[in-house]
């Protein structure tokens, strides 16, 4: 598919995140002080929650879905709605459109923006599903004889999270306290961790509910799009608490996501795959289809006041299991899935060495530190340190992206309770 | 504390579990085809939510807080408001109330009610802190040298479980689908669940929210109240699927809660301290005073058609950790705790044989099957078992109950899929 051209001239560059090939879902502080549904296109935003006001868009006959500024309502209209609504607003930004004076007044920078919770997280689940990661991360923690889990090759391995930890890209994030022990202490102590870590990932959007188990194909149906999403890590607390029912605090205090919710429409031309099976899957795992997608992943970190050095480049497609993969084993048990449910790809690593998804892997568990382009070295995150995550398809001619999804690391509090005993 | 009297006098009865002490917080079906909020008082339900509508009881000057039927709503309006709402309730429902008369209106009898969900869980968290159980199942799967993980006596293990899971008691559990292989198989397979158990837990619900970490003080303060909980398990399906990173289809196809919610105010005489400690605690997880509670615990096995045998009685006391110092732990990352949020206690077990909360360890993985009375035996359920966990604090001349928590497991389907590929 060639690039698809728009009025707003910005969206015709080879460079944009946001062509009109692509016409992802946000939300922004509108002017007058409330979140309002956007949708990118360019260097703008245009703001579907003032369309719907103004009676220009219409999704139900008697309820407004946009008014209250995020976009679980729009997702819980269904796949239908999703198809009809993507086709108005092409037609609203294409080249050539009628309305085009008109609907300026309907664009707000993008760049001002501040930009909100595009949604409303139902459930978190994590999964750990991309082969190198988990081959790394297991040669480290159980030596290369144990590496992959005897049910790695036969399950999406994933684990529940936490909902509530679920923040827009922009949000600081602070550096937790918790039980670590090291492994020379006799005992374990309460402090802050010393290992923060990012983890690279996609995150899938279940848009559609489900009762029973679903298959694979009703599964991909069932996903309203994809966002970047940065699993914070505490490694040392992780390493502590892990065994043996899997993390919890390690991964409970936030989880980044970037700020547009890219379509799957959008994402369709970039489908492939999985790579070959190393051993057959169960048929309730096979896929009828192409289901992961080709989308180029980089993440850069930014010490406090210096130039960025990007640590980390690989793919998407690097995945062994699909979301889609993922959400039908995730019903296998009848587990009821809601509108709202965001599904972490897992650390997406490839086979290079600078394709590898967290400092974890990256400084080797610390023994190889990072070399940043400013000269210091990372084992893990410091204070201060910004992380960019960066994902995008590329078409010919244009890109298909998700918008920076950045956060900065604060200093752990001194005293977390502030004094209270 | 003695008996309360009230004019409903099934409420007098030294057997009925909710005498005026005691007011838990249900939700009902009412004649006019909705949710209602009710309070269990005797054999009868005071309908709040009908009180709320004729202006007898008000909690907000301006907005209906029981119209919608849940609990929910109440508990956002915090602590103070929870005790004026008893104060209120208690004066309605006491022996010598002037306005008895007008009141039996708004009464309706319990055992015709079908119960609903008294509050949505906004997520579910599920621990491992009963010395006993832990002791049990590691010995079984890691032997007894290696029964308690290193971490155990240090961290209220948790792990998040899924809240669309979540369902009242009375509702049927139909047995799971699911990846399992046997310990002679080469290859896993998707079969039916062969293992399914039962899990007698504790369940405390967060009413007040925080952002950052909370003391065990603090915690203890926003619990709103307590139920009973069967976390039901399918112990073939985990015993496959948890390395490395815990359960998760396991625990996915149901979590049933009693009917009633059991308000804190209504325990409070029944504080008991946890046990002594075998290895200090961290400054961050000591208890201010004894957040544990004296309730006696049973779990009934009646078998489709035949009478039920009580297969395992325990006491909420003999756990570990308590609900509050659970809580603490759930927020050191600064994981933000919502109000619904669901804390299960993890299975409780005591140092007795017939202690233990689950058929895992009563029938020892199988080896040991349990004889019921009707002569039948019972290593895992079996499809139109009836389970019935039961809950009492008992005071002088009165006990404060939960209400039965039942469910009957429906045998698997024969294709979970439906024919469809």
């Given amino acids: 598919m060639p690039l698809l051209r728009s009025w ?13 090939n692509n016409l992802p879902y946000g939300s922004f502080l509108a002017d007058d002080g409330e979140a309002h549904c956007g949708v990118a296109i360019g260097d703008m935003i245009l703001d579907v929650t003032a369309l719907e006001a103004d009676g220009l868009v219409q999704m139900d006959d008697e309820d407004a879905v946009f008014a209250f500024g995020d976009w679980t309502e729009f ?18 930004l294409a080249e050539g459109a009628t309305d085009a004076e008109a609907m300026t007044a309907f664009l707000v920078p993008r760049t001002d923006a501040k930009m909100l919770m595009p949604f409303m997280v139902a459930e978190y689940t994590d999964f750990y599903a991309s082969k190198y990661h988990a081959t790394n991360v297991g040669t480290m923690f159980r030596g290369a004889e144990n590496a992959l889990p005897p049910n790695w090759l036969s399950i999406p391995i994933g684990y529940n999270g936490r909902a509530s930890s679920v923040v827009v890209s922009g949000s600081d994030v602070r550096r937790p306290w918790g039980q670590l022990k090291g492994p020379d202490d006799d005992l374990p102590r309460f402090a802050p961790c010393a290992r923060f870590d990012l983890e690279l990932e996609m995150g899938a959007i279940v848009g559609t509910p489900s ?10 149906a069932m996903i309203f799009g994809y966002v970047l999403l940065n699993d914070w890590s505490a490694r040392d607390i992780q390493a502590w608490e892990y065994q043996p029912l899997g993390p919890f605090q390690a991964k409970a205090t936030a989880t980044s996501i970037s700020p547009w919710i890219v379509p799957k429409a959008a994402l369709e031309p970039f489908r492939v795959s999985t790579p070959d099976r190393e051993r057959v899957l169960l048929d309730y795992l096979k896929e009828p289809g192409p289901m992961l997608y080709d989308i180029d992943l980089e993440v850069g970190l ?12 690989t793919n998407y497609k690097e ?39 967290a400092l974890l892997e990256l400084s080797w568990g610390g023994k190889e530190p990072v070399t940043l382009d400013s ?31 950045t956060g900065t690391v604060l200093p752990a509090l001194d005293d977390p309770y502030g004094g209270r005993k």
Same sequence: chains 1, 2.
């Fill in 8 to 20: 707003v001239e910005s969206a015709n560059s080879a460079d944009t995140d946001f062509p009109l």
């Fill in 75 to 92: 997702m819980s209209l269904g796949a239908a709605a999703w198809a009809a609504f993507r086709t108005t607003v092409t037609e609203i």
């Fill in 211 to 220: 009762e029973g188990p679903v298959t694979v194909g009703e599964a991909d």
């Fill in 302 to 313: 930014a010490p406090e006041g210096k130039p960025e050095t990007v640590i980390a480049q």
């Fill in 319 to 357: 995945m062994y299991y699909s979301s889609a993969q993922q959400l039908a084993h995730h019903t296998t048990s009848g587990c009821p899935m809601s509108v709202g449910d965001l599904l972490g790809s897992g650390t997406i690593s490839g086979p290079d060495k600078n394709a590898r998804g």
């Fill in 375 to 405: 000269g210091e070295r990372r084992s893990f995150l410091e204070d201060g340190d910004t992380l960019t995550l960066r994902g995008a398809a590329k078409g010919d001619g244009y890109k298909i992206g998700f918008g920076d999804c």
